[in-house]
């Protein structure tokens, strides 16, 4: 079964405008990551968060992780039309560290 | 682009031929893994390698089988296509310690 389900499954928005995406997952874990998929091209990794860490930055991108609600989100700031993509999350678990589990993504679209 | 490559890109082919997909890697990573990307599904994995001749399984391996006799190349073999198999395939590789992955160009088949 799936770890990762993010929420919403879409999401639309105008350039400028900030996009905030959910994560919830089941089991305990030792990172969680994001990644984007830009249309007909494999993912491309965003940001990873480690299970001792709260928030992290890198850009315009912003993720929370709280684990003893098992979820993070990740804010785009500023979102232009480039960031047109699907957004997934990924989590390492805790018990098996070879391998990630990816959730169905978020579909991002925006206008300019 | 960590240096990862699939072929072929795109296949069409019958119920119950065999398929053999392979993904290339120059940078001798020893993580390897194989997706499949299906709407509704986000990624789930059909099977990981940790090493020259190590495999394991994923969460859809049934139908799939795997080599890998040297680092750089991992094979993924549907041994009797079905319609079901129909999907976008994508090859990942770990790099380090980080645990991120990265992903190859994907390849479209297409059973009927």
């Known amino acids: 079964s799936q770890q990762g389900e993010e929420d919403p499954q879409a999401l639309s928005i105008q350039e400028g405008e900030n996009a905030t995406m959910n994560c919830s997952y089941k089991?305990?874990?030792?990172?969680l990551q994001w990644y984007r998929q830009n249309s007909g091209r494999g993912l491309v990794h965003l940001i990873l968060?480690?299970?001792?860490?709260r928030e992290k930055h890198s850009g315009r991108l912003r993720v929370t992780l709280d684990t003893s609600k098992k979820s993070s989100s990740l804010l785009i700031t500023a979102s232009r039309a480039a960031d047109t993509a699907s957004y997934f999350c990924a989590t390492g678990s805790s018990y098996n560290t070879d391998k990630l589990i990816f959730g169905t993504g978020t579909r991002l679209q925006v206008f300019p | 682009d960590a240096g990862i490559t699939q072929s072929p890109r795109h296949k069409v082919t019958e119920t119950g031929t065999p398929v053999t997909l392979r993904c290339h890697q120059t940078?001798?990573?020893?993580?390897m893994y194989w997706y499949r990307q299906d709407p509704g599904h986000g990624l789930r994995l059909i099977h990981y390698s940790y090493g020259v001749k190590d495999t394991d399984k994923g969460e859809v391996s049934d139908g799939y089988s795997v080599s890998r006799s040297k680092t750089e190349d991992f094979l993924l073999t549907l041994e009797s296509a079905t319609s079901s198999q129909t999907s976008v395939y994508f090859c990942a590789i770990r790099t380090g310690e980080m645990e991120t992955q990265y992903f190859g160009p994907g390849t479209r088949l297409l059973v009927l």
């Open positions: 940078e001798n990573h020893r993580y």
């Open positions: 968060i480690r299970s001792n860490e």
């Open positions: 089991t305990s874990i030792n990172n």
